[in-house]
């Protein structure tokens, strides 16, 4: 039997909630809605660590944290050369296999068993390497120019793409995957990536793509009852004292952001037209997710590396090939999945033997009773249990348990870990997390009851780097180790800002 053709689509900030057929009242996602209608869309998926760098491994490793060493945000550390890559077991299996865009790893161009990719590293000159969408920049008369927007690659500040649109990394990195699927050797099954970097910020869609949302109300961010509890965490200080944007400019930000997943959308319907015309679409398996969400001002914060629904709930679709009765049209399927399952989904649809360091499992197998989710170390950290309908988010510092009732609560406006009728629940998650713990997080442990840590106010300290906002690429900036993110900056002893 011919393998199936594997197209994996993988984007960044972008909430499971944020589709059309998921009920979204504002954005437009025609496309991925027809793909959801032709599949299976999975609304229990999560970012078991919702922050770019840790998902990715758990996505290209098919492990966790526990396994590929990464719970932070570790900019430079390299992919563990114990654990087999997707793309290298596709490859193992008579693949090629091929990969564009973002795969923000390190070194910079790792491969990561993939035959070739075509790299978009958003910039990341810093770690001294210029990519290949820069590359395409130069060649075209655009040397240096992608960042003449002046807006932030980590805020919320927006405005319209300033080169023409064909000059976007979005449009660049759906072309370059079209001629590569188009050059492909046709007596070999392919496993194609395609790691789109928006719409993570910066926040600039191409006009047109804009003119969808010009005169549509925007949704609203919601805000929980315990936001205002004193004596919050002071991880969960710091992320709400990140960002404070007036409802005007989280109108904007909305607006923009918006367009650019109509763009993504937009341009998966010129992808899905490219592999159709090739006449190979029957036999293509097509898989889209994200890395993680976007928290949108929902419990006054914004980003990521929590585990709210807006920002650990992801959007993942799966179309089988043609007459793969595992995947059922139309299906929507609420069992708990996650960055890790991907890997061995799509090795078991393709009929390719698992490698035993995989620790996720195939969405089509057999389901999983509660997930882990886990996010920094120390006090700046945050630990989930997610058992379909409870969700226990935990944070060390203050020893503070947060429960959710996602069934009658799903936009979690009510904490009861506190209430009576729930302290049954709340002990039973206590003690699956418990089981969890691993490393530094023993220290929490009293016993078999967890103590945590001493909590404390957090002082936030000016943005003096603008959330890494980009210069000119040309002349290529220098190598920087001082250019990395410190996505919680505070205070010093004596009142300087520490960054």
Excluded at 278 to 285: A, H
């Amino acid at each position: 039997m011919t393998k199936p053709n594997i197209l994996l689509i993988v984007t960044d900030h972008w909430m499971a909630q944020l589709l059309g057929c998921a009920g979204h009242p504002v954005v437009r996602t025609p496309t991925l809605d027809t793909i959801a209608q032709c599949g299976t869309r999975f609304t229990n998926a999560y970012s078991e660590h919702p922050v770019c760098i840790p998902a990715r491994r758990s996505l290209m490793t098919g492990t966790s944290a526990r396994e590929h060493g990464d719970r932070t945000f570790q900019a430079k550390l390299e992919m563990p050369a114990h654990l087999p890559t997707m793309a290298q077991t596709f490859r193992e299996a008579g693949y090629q296999a091929q990969g564009v865009g973002k795969t923000h790893t390190y070194p910079q161009r790792d491969r990561l068993g993939f035959d070739d990719i075509q790299l978009d590293d958003e910039g990341r000159t810093h770690h001294g390497v210029t990519d290949d969408y820069e590359i395409f920049l130069g060649d075209n008369g655009w040397l240096g120019k992608q960042f003449g927007h002046g807006i932030s690659n980590n805020g919320y500040g927006a405005t319209t793409w300033h080169l023409p649109e064909e000059a976007h990394a979005t449009s660049w990195a759906t072309e370059t995957m079209c001629r590569i699927i188009r050059r492909r050797d046709p007596k070999r099954p392919a496993f194609w990536y395609l790691g789109y970097r928006h719409p993570h910020p910066p926040l600039v869609p191409p006009q047109r793509f804009l003119e969808f949302y010009r005169d549509i109300e925007m949704d609203r961010s919601i805000r929980g009852e315990w936001c205002d509890e004193e004596e919050l965490p002071v991880l969960l200080q710091g992320f709400q004292k990140r960002y404070n944007l007036s409802d005007v400019e989280a109108d904007w930000a909305r607006r923009h952001f918006y367009a650019l997943c109509t763009q993504i959308d937009q341009k998966i319907g010129a992808l899905i037209g490219t592999i159709r015309e090739e006449g190979i679409l029957d036999n293509t398996i097509v898989m889209f997710t994200s890395d993680h969400g976007e928290s949108f001002g929902n419990h006054g914060i914004w980003a990521k590396q929590n585990f709210y629904e807006s920002s650990a709930n992801i959007p993942m679709i799966v179309m089988g090939k043609k007459g793969d009765r595992r995947v059922a049209a139309g299906a929507v399927e609420d069992r708990l999945v996650c960055l890790a399952d991907v890997m061995p989904t799509l090795l078991d649809l393709a009929g390719i033997e698992i490698p035993e360091t995989v620790t996720g499992r195939s969405m089509f197998g057999e389901a999983r009773d509660h997930l882990y989710g886990e996010f920094g170390e120390g006090e700046l950290s945050s630990r989930m249990i997610h058992d379909g309908r409870f969700k226990l988010i935990y944070y060390p510092a203050g020893n503070h348990f947060q429960l959710f009732d996602l069934e009658a609560d799903p936009d979690e406006l009510a904490d009861v870990a506190a209430l009576p009728e729930y302290s049954d629940k709340l002990a039973e998650l206590k003690d699956k997390l418990c089981k969890e713990l691993y490393g530094s997080d023993l220290e929490w442990l009293a016993g078999n009851d967890l103590k945590g840590l001493p909590n404390r106010t957090y002082r936030p300290a000016p943005n003096r780097g603008l959330g890494l906002t980009r210069g000119d690429q040309w002349p290529v900036p220098p190598i920087n180790p001082d250019g990395l993110m410190n996505f919680f900056p505070e205070l010093d002893d004596d009142a300087g800002a520490s960054e």
